[in-house]
């Protein structure tokens, strides 16, 4: 990758503890850093503590009466770990959950639209916003008066990012982006990615099973074994691990 990165972390996990329900321990103690301009894999099985580490840091793990009973969460520097989801988004810091989550009832760009509102941009400003995600999404350009919910799977992907990126994030929470895709559908996905980093200068956290297409396009990695951090380091470094797969699949 040839973007150059920032020394000041955009986001800091400083040895988070996640309980649900008040008793269900998800997440042990994860200490994790991403820096600005960067791509940064979290990495695990099923189950490893991926999706509530981004819902943790969103605050969308409240929705699911889950908390953050121990640690911090530092983003560009100030303390959100008791912080409100809309107050991060207009802070830009977005999530895109797993799943995709489209509204299948509206258009592609009435989808995309949704994205903006927290800002309430101005008709000009809302068309440049659009321009600029049809240009790294031509395919969603096409698509923009059909109905979400008939998109195909990986078209519904872009959508949910593309939405994302509407609210003019700075730190984009991605889970599990190549789950029940194609593997074309998905490199083209991660080129997208790739690309924003390098062109806007948007820095992504994404959680990933699949670790070799993950490690492809981060700089840096960790690795999620039940709710801890196994292993971290970056891209090149997790690749040369001969035990990394050990750790990933939790042997």
């Given at each position: 990758m040839s973007t150059e990165l920032s020394n000041v972390p955009i986001l800091q996990l400083q040895s988070i503890e996640v309980v649900y329900e008040k008793v269900i321990l998800a997440v042990k103690d994860v200490s994790l850093s991403v820096a600005a301009n960067s791509i940064v894999a979290l990495?695990?099985?099923?189950?490893a503590g991926k999706s509530t580490t981004l819902k943790a840091i969103s605050?969308?793990?409240?929705?699911?009466?889950?908390e953050v009973v121990r640690g911090r969460v530092l983003y560009q520097g100030d303390d959100i770990t008791q912080a409100n989801p809309a107050a991060l988004v207009q802070g830009g810091l977005v999530q895109v959950l797993e799943g995709r989550h489209c509204f299948a009832h509206l258009g592609v760009e009435e989808n995309?639209?949704?994205g903006a509102l927290i800002k309430r941009p101005t008709a000009s400003v809302l068309k440049q916003q659009l321009e600029r995600i049809y240009h790294y999404f031509p395919r969603l350009k096409k698509l923009r008066k059909n109905l979400a919910g008939y998109a195909s799977g990986g078209e519904q992907q872009m959508v949910a990012i593309g939405r994302a990126l509407m609210a003019e994030p700075k730190l984009v929470?991605?889970?599990e982006p190549s789950m029940g895709l194609a593997p074309l559908v998905v490199e083209e996905i991660f080129d997208i990615i790739g690309n924003l980093n390098q062109q806007q200068g948007v820095s992504f956290l994404l959680a990933e099973q699949n670790a070799s297409i993950a490690l492809k396009y981060a700089h840096h990695g960790y690795v999620i074994e039940n709710g801890r951090v196994a292993a971290h380091g970056t891209t090149q470094e997790l690749k040369a691990r001969s035990d990394l797969q050990a750790l990933y699949l939790g042997i």
């Open positions: 990495l695990g099985a099923n189950g605050g969308l793990a409240a929705a699911q009466r889950g995309l639209i949704t929470l991605l889970d």
